[in-house]
C-alpha cells in the first residue's frame, strides 16, 4: 500500500482506514450522548448528527442549544434553519447547506 504524508511522519491505507473507523466510532458515540434516541432518528437525522459531532467534536455540537433542543422534540425543519444563524454554517459551506437540507426533508416548518 501505498503511504501518505500524516503530521509528523506517514501512514499507509491500512492505516488511515483503522483511524477513520476509530474517529468515525467516536463520533457515533457522541451523537448519542448528546441525542440518546439517536437510533430512532431517521437514516438523514443520524447522518446529519454523526457528521457535526465528527467534524466538530461533541463538546462544540452541545453548544447548538437552540439546534439540540429542537432535534430532541422532534423538529427537525427547525434544527436545520438554526443552522443557518452559526460561525459553522459560514465556515463549512455546502456541508452545512446539505445538513440543514436533510434535516428540512425530515420535518415540517413548526414556527
Known amino acids: 500500500m501505498a503511504s501518505h504524508s500524516y503530521a509528523s511522519g506517514s501512514m ?26 439517536l437510533p430512532k432518528y431517521s437514516y438523514n437525522v443520524k ?14 455540537v452541545g453548544e447548538f442549544k437552540t439546534f439540540g433542543k429542537a432535534i430532541r422534540e422532534g423538529r427537525y425543519w427547525d434544527a436545520g434553519h438554526s443552522l443557518r444563524d ?18 428540512k426533508g425530515a420535518g415540517k416548518k413548526t414556527n
Open 12 to 37: 499507509n491505507g491500512q492505516q488511515i482506514e483503522k483511524l477513520f473507523k476509530y474517529t468515525l466510532n467516536e463520533a457515533i458515540e457522541g451523537a448519542v450522548r448528546l441525542f440518546p434516541d
Open 47 to 60: 447522518k446529519v448528527l454523526v457528521d457535526m459531532v465528527f467534524n466538530m467534536g461533541v463538546d462544540q
Open 86 to 103: 452559526t460561525l459553522y454554517y459560514q465556515q463549512v459551506g455546502r456541508r452545512a447547506v446539505r445538513n440543514e437540507f436533510l434535516l
